[in-house]
T-cell receptor
Framework: GQNIDQPTEMTATEGAIVQINCTYQ??????LFWYQQHAGEAPTFLSY????GLEEKGRFSSFLSRSKGYSYLLLKELQMKDSASYLC???????????????FGKGTMLLVSP | DTAVSQTPKYLVTQMGNDKSIKCEQN?????MYWYKQDSKKFLKIMFS???????INETVPNRFSPKSPDKAHLNLHINSLELGDSAVYFC???????????????FGEGSRLTVL
């Protein structure tokens, strides 16, 4: 099966930098995704890592180490609107098929205060 | 134009009733999903269809029956609703599940189901 761990909650101050960690155990690893979900809204795609290293996209960066089963999402210059739940999700191959599926972690609720 | 649209947005019903949620995507994607998000905000896959073919059917009670008339539509019918079915149900779509980047999902706005 798949096991994905991320902190339940984090708090940070506007303008600061925060790092949200995610560790996972899976077979047939296909990639790691981060999603953002504001309260009462649908999740939206943030980033995708399939190779080791850092992917930067504006204020958000995501890092992956496949050997360690570890990823983090780095948010810089935090803004109040970044208060949301951040979901780590692992893509993995379904057994005996050419299909993959996405399993979500339980999400990290980030609260940004003034 | 909404990419993934689902209706209704809110459903309040009594235990034992049957209800349906409809979903449509205009992104030309091959794969559609139903996810359930419970009160603890855990997002769990229920079903996925790839070109109208059922690919994933997680341990979901038989009372839940998905139907995909074509690859742009995936509906969810729920029989004999129970209190524990109260949740937000999200429809989503993506590229073909055989693609490595198929994990980029586009979600609908969600349908909040409350069973009384």
């Amino acid at each position: 099966g798949q096991n994905i761990d991320q902190p339940t909650e984090m708090t940070a101050t506007e303008g600061a930098i925060v790092q949200i960690n995610c560790t996972y155990q899976t077979s047939g690893f296909n990639g790691l995704f981060w999603y953002q979900q504001h309260a009462g809204e649908a999740p939206t795609f943030l980033s995708y890592n399939v190779l080791d290293g850092l992917e930067e996209k504006g204020r958000f960066s995501s890092f992956l180490s496949r050997s360690k089963g570890y990823s983090y999402l780095l948010l810089k210059e935090l803004q109040m609107k970044d208060s949301a739940s951040y979901l780590c999700a692992v893509s993995h191959l379904l057994m005996n098929s050419g299909y993959s599926t996405l399993t979500f972690g339980k999400g990290t609720m980030l609260l940004v205060s003034p | 134009d909404t990419a993934v649209s689902q209706t209704p947005k809110y459903l309040v019903t009594q235990m034992g009733n049957d209800k349906s949620i409809k979903c449509e995507q205009n992104l030309g994607h091959d794969t559609m999903y139903w996810y359930k998000q419970d009160s603890k905000k855990f997002l769990k896959i229920m079903f996925s269809y790839n070109n109208k073919e059922l690919i994933i059917n997680e341990t979901v009670p038989n009372r839940f029956s998905p139907k995909s008339p074509d690859k742009a539509h995936l509906n969810l019918h729920i029989n004999s609703l129970e209190l524990g079915d109260s949740a937000v149900y999200f429809c989503a779509s993506s590229q073909d599940l055989r693609r490595i980047d198929a994990g980029e999902l586009f979600f609908g706005e969600g349908s909040r189901l409350t069973v009384l």
